[in-house]
Structure formats: C-alpha cells, structure tokens
C-alpha cells in the first residue's frame, strides 16, 4: 500500500518495532509525571540511535540518517503512537542549520547532536508574540566580540533536558537594527534562569518553562547566519516541523483506530459486541476513512518535497496538511473515547492520554488558524489549482 519501496518498509518496520517496545511502559510515565528512570531513557536513546531512527533528518556526511522526507515522515508516524513523548528520543535535530552553520558551530553544536551527545531547545514564543513571530520583543545587541540578549521567552520545550537553546531576538544597533537574528546560547549560562515551570494537560517529562534571558553574553560566532536572517530559519523549520506533526499525527490516529477497533469486538453489551451497533461502527469507520485521507495527504506532500517542489508549494501543502492530519487525530481521539466510554477516561486508557496529548497539535508549530490563513494567502495568489 501507498507505494512504499523496500527500503522504506525496512525502516517503518524498524521504527514500528521500536514503537512496540515502548508501548508497554506509557502507564508508569503516565504515573510518574511522564519520567522513567533515567537509564531507562538512556538506552531508549541508544536503542534509536542504534536502529537508525534518531537524526533521520541529517546528512550522512554529518552522521545522520540521510532518509528522505518520506522515510522521516514514516518514521516519525510510529514515534506518534506512543504516549507520554517516550519516542522523542527518535529526535530530528535541525536540519537548516548545517547549511548556514560555520565550521565552529558544525563542530561544537551540530555533530555532537547527530551523535545524540547534546540537544537543543527553541526560546522563540514569548507572552506576546506566537503565533505572530514578527512580534518578539527580545533583543541582541552587539558589544565587541559579543552579543548580549535580553528577553523572556515562553514554552520552551525541552529546556530540562536541552544543553542548548536557539534564541531568536530583535537586534539593536548597527545596519540590521530592528530585524531579527538567531543566536546559540550553551545551557547553562549566566543570566540564563527559569522564571518558573508551568504544568501542561500532557504528562511529559520534557517540560515547557518559561525562561529569562537578562545581559546573557554570546560570542559573536554564535550568530547563526547574518544578521537579519533569523526569520527565514523559523520558516525553514516551520516547514519541516509541520510535516512531523502531521507524521506523528497520523501514527496517534493510527494506535487509537487499532485500539478502538480491537475493544469494539471484544466488548459485549446486551449480549453482542458493541462493534455490531451502528452508532459504533460510524465512529470507526470515519476514523479510518479521515485516517487514509489525511495519510495519503501527508504522503503525497512528502513525495513532492523529495522531488524538489517548489517551496511556496510545500509551504503550503505542509500546511494543509498539517491542519488536516491535526484535526483529524483530534476528533478520532474524541471518538475513542466514546467508544471506550468509562474506560476510555481512565489515565491508563491510550485514548484519554491521547485525547489530552493531541490536542497541542493543532496550536504548536502554528494554530490551525494560522495554517488556514497561510493556505488562503497562497490560493488567492497563485489560485487553488497549483497547490493541490
Ligand atoms: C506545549 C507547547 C510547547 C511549545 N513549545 C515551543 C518551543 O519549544 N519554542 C517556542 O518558541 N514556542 C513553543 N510553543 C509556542 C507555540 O508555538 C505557540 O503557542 C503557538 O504558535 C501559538 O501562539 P500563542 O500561544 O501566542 O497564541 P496566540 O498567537 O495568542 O493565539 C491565540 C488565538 O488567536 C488565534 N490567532 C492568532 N493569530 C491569528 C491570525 N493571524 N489569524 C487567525 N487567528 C489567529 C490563534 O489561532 C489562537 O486561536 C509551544 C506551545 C505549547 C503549547
């Protein structure tokens, strides 16, 4: 189906596999505040990083996977069906960096990443810029061979577990004064302080804290790119992220249809399986016809990526979907559920974990609002027939 090749069955068996083996250890995250000991998750890491799931994104000449988007988006499914995040650790560092990257930030920051020595966080959001990046009010401003940033940045996932952060600000001073540059801080640093940590509706154990940034010192090389490029990266990944979201999307969906499915033939009210009531089968049936929908949607859109579409295209096409893959996996968590009843509100039931884990899909990496407002930018200017 879906006109897979043999090398990308091998790795979605591969990452399926994995996947399965996590399974059996959400209901003591779930328990514990998302965490499992921490050797646990250490060979977790080691485990991805040993089956080739881990940095799929990356070039080969930097160590990583090489897959094409297609085969990142195979994977990335099956991380999806696992509750609680416990398959972050098949991460996908960032992949526009190496392209802008000196020779200094390739060695210092990049290849230990691939190699899953360091990781990265992202202090972009603050309270009044999301959805409207453009709004930031961080700044940067250059003092000799530094830069110094200020600003409060919101919901920076992973900064627990991260040993470096991309901070994006708006510069001060000089020939670029006003736009945005993006800069590495190495975690931690002086001035670099959590204001608090606020609790989230999913139990993970990468946390989202809101993080102050006062007089915080960079070396100028830290800078990524030039100056005045720090929008065009969050676009790039803007991109790439959707894609993922959708990915693990359709894998959420996925373990929910299974699941929803196996209990409706097995439960019995009134003498017969719940399956064989209407009302039931509705619920299942438009689950898995959105599921292959949005599935077909995502693959099709990964296809066009790896044959070079143009990127106002896949701009959009990311997208859509996106918002379709996102919505979907809402309204099927919504439905499990349903048919799991009383169960299906238990924090050890898939589906409430889901239900509630799902739901940031469709507000991180740009609401479905904003999805919405990019696609119908792009109909209006270039007409509905080349986007789809
Ligand atoms: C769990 C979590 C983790 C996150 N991780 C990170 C991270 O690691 N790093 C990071 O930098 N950010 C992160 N974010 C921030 C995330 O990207 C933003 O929350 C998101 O982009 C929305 O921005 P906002 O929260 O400010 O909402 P707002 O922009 O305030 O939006 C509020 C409402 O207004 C609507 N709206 C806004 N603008 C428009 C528009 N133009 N047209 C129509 N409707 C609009 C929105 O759709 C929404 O319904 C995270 C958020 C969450 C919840």
Redesign the pocket.
């Known amino acids: 189906m879906y006109g897979l090749s043999d090398a990308d069955l091998q790795l979605q068996a591969r990452a399926a596999a994995f996947a399965d083996e996590l399974i059996p250890l959400e209901v003591e995250a779930e328990l514990n505040r998302g965490e499992l000991p921490k050797d646990v998750t250490a060979a977790h890491k080691a485990r991805a990083i040993e089956l080739g799931l881990f940095a799929t994104n990356m070039p080969p000449e930097l160590g990583g996977g090489g897959c094409t988007t297609l085969q990142q988006v195979l994977v990335q499914e099956q991380v999806g069906r696992v509750t609680n995040a416990l398959a972050w650790v098949a991460a996908t560092p960032p992949s526009w960096l190496p392209q802008v990257a000196t020779p200094y930030q390739l060695e210092k920051f990049i290849r230990p990443t691939v190699r899953g020595e360091r990781e990265e966080?992202?202090?972009?959001?603050e309270e009044g810029?999301?959805?409207?990046v453009d709004g930031i009010v961080a700044t940067a401003h250059r003092d000799g061979d530094d830069y110094v940033l200020n600003g409060e940045?919101?919901?920076?996932?992973?900064y627990n577990c991260a040993d470096y952060a991309f901070f994006q600000g708006r510069l001060v001073g000089g020939t670029h004064d006003g736009e945005h540059a993006m800069f590495l801080v190495d975690l931690p640093s002086p001035g670099v302080a959590v204001l608090r940590t606020p609790a989230?509706m999913h139990t993970f154990s990468h946390h989202?804290p809101i993080v102050t940034f006062t007089d915080v010192r960079v070396p100028a090389t830290h800078l990524v790119g030039a100056e005045g490029d720090g929008m065009s990266f969050a676009y790039e990944w803007f991109r790439f992220e959707r894609m993922m979201v959708a990915a693990r999307c359709l894998g959420g969906a996925q373990r929910l249809v299974d699941e929803m499915t196996a209990f409706a033939a097995e439960r019995e009210v009134q003498g017969r399986p719940i399956a064989q009531l209407g009302a039931i089968q509705a619920m299942l049936a438009d689950s898995l016809t959105e599921l292959f929908a949005a599935r077909s949607m995502v693959y099709e859109t990964a296809r066009g990526i790896d044959a070079g579409a143009d990127v106002k295209i896949q701009h959009s096409q990311c997208s859509m979907a996106k918002l379709y893959a996102s919505e979907m996996a809402g309204r099927v968590a919504d439905r499990a559920v349903q048919v799991f009843g009383g169960r299906g509100y238990m924090r050890e039931n898939v589906a409430e974990r889901l239900f509630r884990e799902l739901r940031?899909e469709r507000?991180?990496?740009?609401?479905?609002?904003?999805q919405r407002?990019i696609i119908a930018d792009q109909m209006i200017k270039r007409g509905p027939r080349s986007l789809a």
């Open positions: 966080c992202y202090a972009i959001t810029a999301g959805s409207d940045k919101w919901h920076v996932t992973s989230y989202h940031v507000i991180w990496e740009g609401t479905s609002e904003v407002s």
